[in-house]
């Protein structure tokens, strides 16, 4: 069964050129502080406004673009500290609204925050300091002088649990939440490709051997600009040696014996769950 990413926005399409702000009567909202946004309460609570905040009390600095949601165009706009949010909004970071509003708008709002950042962080070229200006064609800045073209940052990272037998391979590390185990991630090197970053970080932080590599899906993780490569692998050989560093236990776990799990809003449950089920 392919995985199912939960955080791809896929209700909202970034087409460029990014119409003139007048162009469209109506548009949408997307109201962000730092790493949180602002939650229209309600039955189903939201985090896309339809008014532009600046009607509404709240002062607004420069919006930008995300993208059409259908005909609307929809932007992000900094709320900044101090100004009063619209009347019952609160502000609330995307993780924490996990199963509290649409899966969708979880996307769209660390979407939000993530393109906001980087908008903030690309004003001046990182190679000659001069200002940049957004391309017209697509989600890029080019540098006025010396030409650079400058993309959101995206940083790769493998996920791969691995089988031995009827069992997996789980690792606790010093940062997880207390008692949870995962699979074993980590980012890719420059000049690696996936199949050597899953042995590479495997190696490094379980000193264990794997073969049979196969891809199992990905997901982005806004958090702040990762993408998740899963994989699935065989052991191969060796005995399991912690790091001591990344990782702080490790061990082989059957179906019936498993330690607490992280939160089934991640690539890394979706992977237990899959071998869990027998699909994997
Ligand atoms: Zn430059």
């Known amino acids: 069964m392919p995985h199912t990413p939960f955080l791809s926005v896929t209700n909202l399409a970034p087409t460029f050129p990014e119409p003139a702000f007048d162009q469209h009567e109506k548009k949408q909202w997307i109201l962000a502080r730092g790493q949180t946004v602002a939650v229209r309460p309600g039955r189903v609570p939201s985090v896309i406004w339809d008014a532009d905040p600046a009607s509404s009390g709240s002062c607004r600095k420069s919006p930008v673009y995300l993208g059409m949601m259908e005909t609307v165009p929809c932007y992000a706009t900094e709320h900044p500290a101090g100004a009063p949010l619209p009347a019952g909004a609160f502000l609330s970071g995307p993780r924490e609204l996990f199963g509290k509003i649409p899966e969708q708008e979880v996307a769209l709002a660390a979407y939000a925050i993530r393109i906001l950042d980087y908008d903030r962080t690309t004003r001046f070229c990182g190679r000659c300091g001069m200002a940049t200006r957004p391309l017209r064609s697509e989600r890029a800045k080019l540098c006025t002088d010396c030409n650079r073209i400058i993309y959101p940052r995206i940083s790769p990272a493998i996920i791969v649990l691995i089988k031995k037998g009827n069992e997996v391979l789980l690792a606790r590390s010093p940062r997880f939440p207390e008692k949870i185990y995962s699979v074993i991630a980590g980012f890719v090197e420059p000049g690696e490709n996936l199949e050597a970053a899953v042995h590479r970080e495997v190696h490094e932080e379980v000193g264990i051997a794997v ?49 607490s799990l992280p939160s089934h809003m991640s690539i890394s449950r979706a992977l237990i769950e899959a071998w869990r089920r027998g699909d994997i």
């Open 211 to 259: 073969e049979n590599i196969r891809y199992f899906g990905s997901e982005p993780w806004p958090f702040p600009d990762s993408l998740m490569l899963g994989f699935v692998a065989d052991y191969a050989v060796g005995e399991i040696t912690i790091d001591n560093h990344e990782i702080e236990d490790a061990g082989w776990f059957g179906r019936e014996s498993l330690p």
